[in-house]
């Protein structure tokens, strides 16, 4: 672990920008580790709210630009893309802008989230303020609870680091063995 946090630290810039287009990407579990490096001091808080922020943003602001300049030649050249849209848009039709605040939570939902708002008669002004707030909430929860709970996640890994680690070796090997029984 200490060879890691140094890492970090001699390339926290990198870490930033990593985070910031993992962010603009999905909206996975990394801005919650990199808030646990933040409160052993490793990274900047401000920063990893920033990087977040603003991935998570920026990202959802050019997917719904790309579907609003690009989107209907794109599902009909893409099938698939189509008929996940289409879900999508059902969503948006029966949530509305509770759909652009919630998109951001379901594993998957987020990748295409903003597709169908780019499509429909929204305008981008109103997707803007809804994409804004729901950037801020998940960043918020998310560095926040690695901040708040960060020390306390770190000593407890580092202190059943060996039980832990055969557990999680188990636990790879079954899954493993399951997945290859599947196949």
Same mark, same amino acid.
């Given at each position: ?13 990198? =870490? ?10 999905? %909206? ?15 990274? *900047?808080?401000?920063?990893? %709210?920033?990087? *977040? ?22 599902? *009909? ?7 996940? =849209? !289409? ?19 379901? !594993? ?11 499509? %429909? ?7 803007? =303020?809804?994409?804004?707030? %729901? ?29 832990? *680690? ?18």
């Amino acid at each position: 672990m200490d060879a890691l946090e140094e890492w970090i630290r001699l390339n926290s810039y990198l =870490v930033y920008g990593i985070l910031f287009f993992y962010c603009a990407m999905k %909206s996975g579990a990394l801005p919650l580790f990199a808030a646990i490096f933040a409160s052993t001091g490793d990274l *900047s808080i401000f920063a990893v %709210s920033a990087a *977040s922020f603003l991935g998570g943003y920026l990202g959802d602001e050019a997917r719904f630009y790309l579907a609003r300049r690009y989107g209907d030649y794109l599902t *009909s050249r893409l099938p698939r893309l189509g008929v996940i =849209v !289409k879900r999508a848009e059902g969503l948006l039709a029966r949530h509305g802008a509770k759909y652009i605040f919630l998109y951001r939570y379901p !594993k998957g939902m987020r990748t295409i989230g903003a597709f169908p708002v780019g499509l %429909s008669n929204m305008s981008w002004l109103r997707f803007t =303020v809804f994409n804004a707030g %729901s950037a801020a909430l998940w960043t918020m929860l998310l560095v926040a609870f690695g901040y708040v709970f960060g020390v306390a996640i770190v000593e407890t890994v580092e202190r059943n680091w060996g039980w832990l *680690s055969v557990v999680a070796l188990g636990v790879f090997a079954v899954w493993c063995g399951l997945s290859i029984a599947i196949i």
